[in-house]
């Protein structure tokens, strides 16, 4: 399985950028999908998880109401980032995981079974 982050880059405070991650390969036809990032110095901390259907979406409280995880195209899944701050300022993964999330385990790293390889997104003040 391959997933391949796009769409990272410089920007300024307020502005958007759009990620988008594309799984291929594996031969399996859905994964539930979410989208991490780190800072230099700092833990990988989780974003934004959207479950297999679309149905189902989860937010970091630092990004709620900024941020939107969705997935229009089959094994695409996009990340909508308005009012950015400097603090957003990380380089930004996707992971995707096989199974359900087990008891609401959606937000930890380990939960995971695939991950891209980043893309970085800077906001400049």
């Known amino acids: 399985v391959q997933l391949v982050e796009s769409g990272g880059g410089l920007v300024q405070a307020e502005g958007s950028l759009r990620l988008s991650c594309r799984i291929s390969?594996?031969?399996?036809?859905?994964?539930?999908t979410a989208w991490f990032r780190q800072a230099p110095g700092k833990e990988r901390e989780f974003v934004a998880a959207?479950?297999?259907?679309?149905?189902?979406t989860y937010y970091a409280d630092s990004v709620r109401g900024r941020f939107t995880v969705s997935s229009a195209v089959k094994n695409t899944v996009d990340l909508q980032m308005n009012s950015l701050k400097p603090e957003d300022t990380a380089v930004y993964s996707c992971?995707?995981?096989?199974?359900?999330?087990?008891?609401?385990?959606?937000?930890?790293?380990?939960?995971?079974?695939?991950w891209g390889q980043g893309t970085q997104v800077t906001v400049s003040s």
């Open positions: 959207i479950s297999w259907s679309g149905g189902t």
């Open positions: 390969g594996g031969g399996f036809s859905s994964y539930n």
């Open positions: 992971a995707a995981k096989i199974l359900p999330w087990q008891n609401g385990k959606y937000s930890g790293p380990d939960e995971y079974d695939y």
